[in-house]
């Protein structure tokens, strides 16, 4: 049974449907300027996946004209290629062709590190050459049941009832802009980040807070970006940006300080379990950032007050927010979230592990990956010191991790008990002031 079907008999389960609900099979393109790779592409899709179509030409203009005269569910594209430029071909689909999943499959030696990290703006999914057909196969698999995810009805529904969807901030645009160049500095950081006073005020309020136990007072952007890093400094933008223009509540779970204390707490322990487990430095980022956003859904739904009021009685009686939201909408405050991530252009692996992190068994998964590690630190801050972490074994079998659990619960314990014992301070976000 491929994965679509698995999919397909998944959401076909949700809607309490016995009969699967068939999923048409992907439409692919591929541009490469190898004829040979185009080939040798369309000979392993015969044998792997003999329902899929797929199209092959070998430069951008080629790829425009196709994708113009009918429609492909996923590019999978060369960066370096001849006439149009990989990223620029990269960047017109995402503009024209908005729904259509970006695979970028290079050699970073070949397209070179710029490009590399230019076409980071417009692509979902980077894959390295050579890459195995059976990894190809299953990245495509993986895009495509993501978007499935996020299109079932129950969901748009519930997001398209939103009173509205906050857009990216300017700031974290141009940070994300200026990192796309190598030779950007500290200064020219601090810089971006100084041109939106507001921001910079509540951006150091959380740095200086006991949470990140700072050595002393940092005061200007710079400083923070130096001492905690870019990519934590981009995550903080994002935070208040969404903090600030969310009402305070009192529902179990959605205070914004308890909110902010355990998000920030899961994009640690995510971080520290992917590091634990031998990924790469990027797959570790995308942890810290996942796990730090993977409850923003609730932040959304706080606004949505018929949402919530459905949702009321249930919480103040104990009950867990996500089997809630499953039984009541078919969907949870992990999809939504996912949703918007997904509209601001994040990396497939930061929407995924966002949507997946109360029900990683929605999309296949053979291996440990960053949605692991965000479904695996939320269940132990959820469960709070020494009680078991409600993760399904069946999931942690599958991926061949069930022996994995002690070691995380010990990486967890020193979290635990700090957040417990009150000897970190949360940062929180102010909650008064205007609210941007
Ligand atoms: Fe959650
Ligand atoms: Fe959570």
Request: proline share 7%; glycine share 6%; with cysteine.
């Amino acid at each position: 049974m491929s994965l679509l079907d698995r999919v397909a008999g998944l959401f076909a389960g949700v809607r309490g449907s016995a009969v699967p609900e068939a999923i048409p099979a992907p439409a692919l393109l591929f541009v490469d300027p190898d004829q040979n790779l185009l080939d040798g592409h369309r000979r392993m899709l015969r044998s792997l996946r003999p329902d899929w179509t797929a199209r092959y030409v070998t430069d951008g203009p080629a790829a425009l004209t196709e994708l113009a005269a009918s429609p492909a569910d996923v590019l999978v594209t060369e960066i370096d290629l001849p006439c149009r430029d990989g990223t620029d071909l990269l960047a017109s689909v995402q503009k024209l062709f908005p729904a259509v999943i970006r695979i970028v499959l290079s050699s970073e030696t070949d397209a070179g590190a710029d490009a590399i990290l230019r076409a980071t703006q417009s692509a979902h999914q980077f894959l390295a050459k050579p890459c195995p057909a059976e990894v190809l196969v299953s990245r495509i698999e993986h895009a495509v049941s993501l978007r499935l995810l996020l299109r079932r009805p129950e969901l748009t529904r519930i997001v398209g009832g939103l009173p509205h969807l906050p857009s990216l901030p300017p700031v974290y645009l141009e940070l994300v802009r200026a990192l796309s160049n190598d030779r950007a500095s500290m200064n020219e950081i601090g810089d971006i980040l100084a041109r939106d006073v507001a921001m910079t005020s509540r951006v150091l309020h959380l740095v200086n807070s006991a949470f990140f136990g700072l050595p002393r007072k940092v005061t200007s952007p710079r400083e923070a970006a130096v001492l905690l890093g870019v990519n934590t400094l981009k995550s903080l933008v994002l935070y208040v940006r969404l903090f600030f223009s969310a009402p305070d509540s009192k529902l179990p779970g959605f205070g914004l300080d308890e909110l902010w204390t355990h998000c920030s707490l899961t994009g640690r322990l995510s971080r520290e379990i992917a590091r634990a487990e031998g990924t790469d430095s990027r797959a570790q980022e995308q942890a810290y950032l996942a796990g730090i956003l993977h409850d923003i859904g609730k932040l959304l739904v706080l606004e949505a007050p018929r949402y919530l009021g459905r949702l009321e009685s249930y919480l103040w009686a104990g009950e867990s927010l996500a089997d809630i939201e499953y039984r009541e909408f078919g969907t949870s405050h992990a999809e939504i979230g996912a949703y918007l991530l997904g509209l601001w252009g994040f990396p497939d692996a930061v929407v995924e592990a966002v949507a997946l992190h109360h029900r990683p068994q929605q999309i296949f998964q053979d291996a440990f990956s960053v949605v692991t590690a965000v479904t695996v630190a939320n269940a132990f801050l959820e469960a709070g010191p020494g009680k078991p972490p409600a993760i399904d074994p069946g999931y942690l079998s599958g991926i061949g991790a069930s022996h994995r659990l002690a070691a995380w619960k010990e990486l967890a314990a020193p979290i635990l008990a700090k957040a417990e014992a009150r000897t970190l301070t949360p940062a929180t976000p102010p909650t008064e002031g205007p609210r941007t």
